[in-house]
């Protein structure tokens, strides 16, 4: 997690929607490292999540489900409104609080496939930025694209680029690029959990334990990325490292290249961007 330069305090902020992105970067937001403008309001559908933040003194929760004003009264006297729901709701909300955004509020959608454009069209005034997070940003250790749409000013970028920051690494793109940003760290943790799930069951396959299976995979999988994390070294040079010459490694390896793994991810990477098209054209 990076924490913010001494002068910087996040505005005051509301989030429509606190499930699996929302909620690790609300998760993020609380750090006792981070100076933001308190409270934090955010709204769920279901009472019953917003009744988890009962008693704290940080965040006040609307339900939509019960309250047909919860989103209009969270974003209220927010500087900041962050857009955390599916993609398909997104002009929905924002048609919904519209009248209480004040000319000049910094409006972040996390949404795949919806451009600034369209959430502009919604609320004219509101400077529309895109960021495109990810899941570990619950633990402080996301990856974050940033991108504003012409209604943003530089500085409405860099505010929004310093919220992510309280939950990770941040980089500032265009619009055009957050469809890849998406398709390579947006999405990414899923494509390693599925090289986990494959591994396990791999493992079981030759006779482990589901206990031992876990220990093997996950602990290889964690220890690695913490290797190439703090080692600095280039990921093919860790890779060899592990590979011996006339060794084991170097069969598996030539198997697994055999599958032409650049074509599959290309292909893959292809088919989350279309994916964020379709969704972009409301399909
Ligand atoms: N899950 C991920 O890894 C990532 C998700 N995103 C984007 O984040 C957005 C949210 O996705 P998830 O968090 O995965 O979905 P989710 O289903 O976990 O969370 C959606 C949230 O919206 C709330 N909600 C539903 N209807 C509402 C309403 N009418 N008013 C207010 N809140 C309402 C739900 O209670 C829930 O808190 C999507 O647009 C997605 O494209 C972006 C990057 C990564
Ligand atoms: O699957 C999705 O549509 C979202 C966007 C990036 C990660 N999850």
Redesign the pocket.
């Known amino acids: 997690m990076t924490t913010q330069p001494e002068t910087a305090t996040l505005p005051r902020t509301a989030m ?7 909620g690790a970067i609300l998760a993020g937001l609380r750090s006792p490292d981070v100076r933001i403008a308190l409270p934090i309001t955010v ?4 009472a019953a ?1 917003a009744a988890e933040f009962d008693g704290a003194s940080d965040v006040v929760a609307y339900a ?1 489900e019960t309250d047909p004003a ?2 209009q009264t969270a974003v209220r006297d927010a500087e900041l409104v962050m857009l ?4 398909w ?1 997104i002009a929905g ?1 924002a048609k919904e609080i519209a009248a209480e955004i004040a000319p000049g509020t910094i409006v972040v959608s ?3 496939g919806v451009s600034c454009e369209q959430i502009e069209a919604e609320l004219p005034g509101a400077q529309v930025v895109r960021a ?4 570990p940003s619950h633990l402080g250790r996301g990856v974050t694209g940033v991108a504003g749409g012409t209604s943003a000013s530089a500085e409405a970028v860099e505010t929004v680029r310093q919220l992510f920051e309280t939950v990770g690494d941040v980089i500032v793109v265009r619009e055009d690029q957050i469809n890849d940003v ?1 398709a390579v760290s ?1 999405s990414g943790p899923a494509y390693l959990f599925l090289y986990v799930e494959e591994m396990t069951a791999a493992a079981l396959r030759r006779g482990f334990t589901p206990e031992q299976a876990r220990v093997l995979v996950n602990g290889t999988v964690s220890g690695s990325a913490e290797l190439l994390v703090q080692s600095g070294e280039e990921p093919a040079q860790l890779r060899r490292n592990v590979t011996s010459p006339k060794g084991t490694t170097e069969q598996a390896v030539l198997v697994l290249q055999d599958a032409n793994w650049g074509e599959l991810f290309d292909r893959a990477l292809a088919a989350n961007v279309r994916r964020s098209e379709e969704l972009q054209r409301g399909e």
């Open positions: 429509i929607g606190v499930g699996s992105m929302g709204t769920t559908n279901s999540s939509a919860a989103n955390a729901v599916k993609p709701m909300v996390v949404a795949a495109m997070p990810n899941t998406a947006g």
